[in-house]
């Protein structure tokens, strides 16, 4: 009977941890609610280098080589896009907030045209 109970117990604690697993939220999740989500644009190439050169090359460099700012010559290899969109939209330590400046759609059509830098 006793050991009736204690793997009763067993079971229904190890169920628990599984429900556990499966409803709190991961960190990746947690990270997405915390980042905005990218609009849907159609590419287009020429408008983000107009943006880039208008906003970010005084810190990225006019080649994207780096200046106070990271190099983003292959920024594909570190960010995907959407992650890019997060960065740009919310800033980051001393990387600002382009939020006001630029639209979202703009934002998420430069950020597209860095993931493709590999
Ligand atoms: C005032 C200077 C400044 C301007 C303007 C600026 N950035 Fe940055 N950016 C930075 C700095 C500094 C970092 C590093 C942030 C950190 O340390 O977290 C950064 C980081 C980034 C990163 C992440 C790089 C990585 O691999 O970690 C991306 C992507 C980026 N910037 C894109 C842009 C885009 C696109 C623009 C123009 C819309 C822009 N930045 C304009 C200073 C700037």
Redesign the pocket.
């Known amino acids: 009977m006793q050991k009736w109970i204690m793997s009763g117990l067993f079971f229904a604690a190890c169920a628990f941890a599984v429900i556990l697993m499966f409803t709190l939220p991961g960190r990746e999740q947690v990270a997405e609610q915390n980042s905005p989500t990218m609009p849907t644009v159609e590419a287009n190439p020429a408008k983000a280098e107009q943006?880039?050169k208008a906003?970010?090359i005084?810190?990225?460099g006019d080649q994207l080589q780096g200046g106070?700012?990271?190099s983003?010559q292959q920024?594909g290899n570190?960010?995907n896009a959407e992650q890019?969109y997060s960065?740009?939209t919310k800033g980051?330590?001393?990387?600002?907030s382009?939020k006001d400046k630029?639209a979202p759609d703009e934002i998420a059509n430069?950020a597209m045209w860095?993931s493709e830098k590999k």
Do not use: A, D, K
């Not at 980051?92 to 600002?96: A, H, K, N, S, V």
């Open positions: 943006t880039v906003n970010c005084s810190c990225h106070v700012g990271p983003l920024e570190n960010h890019i960065i740009v980051r330590g001393q990387m600002p382009f630029l430069v860095l």
